[in-house]
């Protein structure tokens, strides 16, 4: 590996050109329905290392984007998700 020496602002431009593409993180609305299959699928079986993951970075986002970090949010969302799915899939509990 070659390292070359540029201002940080050419170094920024490289890492965007040369980096792999990255899947496109779900929309906020589907973070939801993401979150209950992965928690569906695990409830059913042992998740393999890269659905763990994939699930735990579901979760971190939506508790982030969604729940603005707000876990008592989000455990109030789950709590009513896993009771009425039906009636909770586009209702957000009030912040407080």
Avoid at 18 to 40: D, M, N, Y
Wanted: proline share 6%; hydrophobic share 45%.
């Amino acid at each position: 590996m070659i390292v070359r020496h540029f201002p940080i602002h050419v170094w920024a431009v490289l890492l965007v050109v040369t980096s792999s593409p990255v899947a496109a993180e779900p929309a906020a609305k589907t973070l939801r329905q993401e979150f209950v299959e992965c928690e569906r699928q695990a409830a059913s079986s042992v998740l393999s290392f890269g659905d763990a993951a994939r699930c735990s970075r579901i979760y971190e986002q939506l508790l982030r984007d969604e729940f603005k970090r707000d876990f008592a949010r989000f455990l109030a969302w789950w709590q009513a998700e896993r009771v009425n799915p039906a009636a909770t899939a586009t209702e957000l509990p009030p912040r407080r």
